[in-house]
């Protein structure tokens, strides 16, 4: 079981969800966040001040699943969110040791779907 | 220890203002001579008038609002509305008195009004002779309760709440009294009823250069907020901004045309040149941006459409359309120029440009007022520069001068006597935290649910 974080560029969300859906990944857990990399924002003006904010609007991407969902689910969330240029963001893969499903007590690869 | 005493400050005002109100009698109507007639068409639009000018506390605490840090909202919000109950006390229990009173040496009334005496329900033979005297009284406290609303845009952010009213209700009975005798009462020094004639239709030396000098004292006298320039966030909720500035564009209907005092032609030039400026405002910042900034944007759009209503507020009564347009133009281009360029100059922190719009944008109207009026509008008034009389356009820089001066060095005085018994600003880790969390313990948005 992996556990997968996404950084991505929030005007890409629908494009990585249509392909995580097509490749039968439902679940995920969406997030607004705040972060910095490499990439140098779109400065707002306001009454001619500028905002250079040192953090950018991202989206969190969360995904619990197993082995064999694991390639599609990253080539379909790097397919989606790929704009080629600085600040399309990262995709972390994690080990995941355990997971309990509330309703159920069931643990383990059957409780992750 | 500070705080326990700011308390008892606090409660002893309270009791007095109470106090003063229980002892003081209702009067019955006025008793003078000369009959005059209650004008129904002229009431009716005088009280819609107070009440769109009451809209724009609250409208322009919205404006304030959208513009601040989303800690800092309802302290915003809490200020302006704090106004609307503390001036309007104020005024019926002496305020008013003070600034329209019976004249002592033209420079401020003697407080035999105290208590609405004598203000009763018919005209009095000089403020609003067709309307009963309380409805000119009435719409009197609107502009009263808004014009320290103005200066909030100085030292929104850092003030403490105490220190904001002690300060407010203090400003409003030493500079705000005074300045409207000066210029609206009878026999006041700088008027056109027996004084030197400066015109003021609606507030532009009153209400805008008034707060706007104030504001300056303020961001001088507080000092920058933390973070102040690089790390301030910018605006949390432009469209409540929006909503604000549109709002106090449609009180502002109230505020110049109900100024007529009556409906009549006058009312209408005013609706019209009050609109024009404000369009005209609105679309010469929107083109600066596209200049400068390559894009246009709301804020400055916003700004504009606010800086033209602040300018064609002394003017309204006495030019017309195209005297507007050039007023509009005018305020656009100056406070553009002042917020832009000068402010970021001069590096002082006026956190939401009172000073940049209010009082640069009143000094304008006021000044421009003597260049644009003409008796073609209003045979009352007077003509300026354009119509061949240049003494009117000295006579209103002087009255600017006056006011600037004296607005200031009060303000600037009762800031720093504030800062010393009770301390004016809040310390820097309250000021991280956020004043609605701080000074009121509530948040303006809550995370969950």
């Known amino acids: 079981m992996k556990y997968i974080i996404a950084i991505i560029q929030p005007d890409r969300l629908d494009d990585v969800l249509d392909r995580l859906t097509s490749k039968e990944v439902h679940l995920v857990t969406v997030t607004n966040v705040m972060g910095r990399g490499r990439q140098k924002g779109i400065a707002e003006v306001y ?16 995904i619990a699943i197993n082995e064999a969902f694991v390639k599609p ?17 990262k995709i972390f893969i994690l080990d995941l040791m355990d997971v309990v499903r509330i309703r159920t007590g069931e643990t383990g690869s059957t409780a992750i779907g | 220890m500070k705080r326990g005493y700011v308390k008892k400050w606090v409660a002893m005002l309270g009791m007095g ?13 006025s008793p003078p001579a000369p009959k005059l007639e209650v004008n129904s068409g002229d009431t009716a ?39 609307l109950c503390l001036v309007s006390i104020q005024w019926v229990l002496f305020g008013y008195s003070l600034a329209f009173g019976p004249d002592i040496k033209g420079l401020i009334g003697n407080l035999s009004w105290a208590g609405l005496k004598d203000v009763g329900l018919t005209p009095h033979n000089i403020y609003g002779t067709t309307v009963p005297h309380q409805a000119f009284m009435m719409f009197q406290a609107m502009f009263a309760i808004i014009t320290p609303g103005l200066i909030i845009g100085a030292f929104a952010e ?16 030493l500079v705000y009294d005074p300045v409207a005798h000066w210029v609206w009462a009878d026999k006041g020094i700088l008027g056109t009823l027996g004084g030197m004639g400066a015109l003021d239709f609606a507030g532009g030396t009153v209400v805008h250069i008034n707060a706007g000098m104030a504001a300056l004292a303020a961001a001088l006298v507080l000092g920058k907020r933390v973070g102040f320039p690089e790390k301030i966030s910018p605006p949390h909720n432009l469209p409540f901004a929006v ?16 100024s007529s005092l009556g409906a009549n032609g006058i009312a209408v030039n005013a609706f019209v040149v009050t609109n024009t400026a404000a369009a005209a405002a609105g679309l010469t910042w929107a083109i600066m941006d596209w200049i400068f900034q390559s894009r246009p944007t709301m804020l400055g759009m916003i700004t504009g459409a606010v800086a033209g209503l602040v300018a064609i507020t002394p003017a309204a009564g006495f030019v017309n359309v195209m005297g507007a347009i050039g007023i509009g133009i005018g305020v656009g281009v100056i406070c553009y120029i002042s917020v832009t360029f000068v402010k970021a100059k001069l590096g002082y922190d006026d956190s939401l440009d009172a000073f940049g719009v209010h009082g640069v944008g009143g000094i304008w109207g006021a000044i421009a007022t003597g260049l644009w009026a003409t008796k073609a509008v209003n045979p009352a008034g007077a003509d300026g520069l354009l119509y061949g009389n240049p003494a009117q356009l000295w006579i209103q820089i002087k009255a600017v001068l006056i006011t600037m001066v004296y ?21 820097e880790q309250e000021e991280r935290i956020g004043l609605d969390l701080v000074d009121h313990r509530e948040t303006g948005y809550t995370m969950l649910d």
Not at chain 2, 17 to 29: K, Y
Not at chain 2, 243 to 258: D, E, I, R, T
Not at chain 2, 408 to 427: N, Q
């Open chain 2, 17 to 29: 203002l109470v106090i003063g109100a229980t002892s003081m009698v209702m009067a019955a109507d």
């Open chain 1, 47 to 62: 009454r001619s001040h500028k905002e250079a904010g040192s953090l950018l609007k991202k989206i969190k991407l969360e």
């Open chain 2, 243 to 258: 909503l604000g500035a549109a709002m106090l564009w449609f009180g502002w209907f109230g505020f110049n045309a109900g």
């Open chain 2, 158 to 173: 850092r003030m403490r709440f105490t220190s904001f009213c002690v300060f407010s209700l203090l400003w409003i009975t």
């Open chain 2, 407 to 427: 607005s200031f060095v009060v303000s600037y005085i009762l800031f720093k006597v504030i800062d010393k018994i009770m301390g004016l600003r809040a310390a």
């Open chain 1, 73 to 89: 689910a990253v080539d379909a969330i790097q397919a989606g969110a790929r704009t080629g240029s600085v600040g399309d963001g």
């Open chain 2, 45 to 83: 639009w005088l009280m819609i008038s107070t009440a769109m000018v009451m809209l724009m506390t609250p409208a322009l605490a919205f404006f304030y609002g959208g513009l601040v840090r989303r800690k800092n909202i309802l302290s915003v919000l809490m200020q302006c509305f704090m106004l």
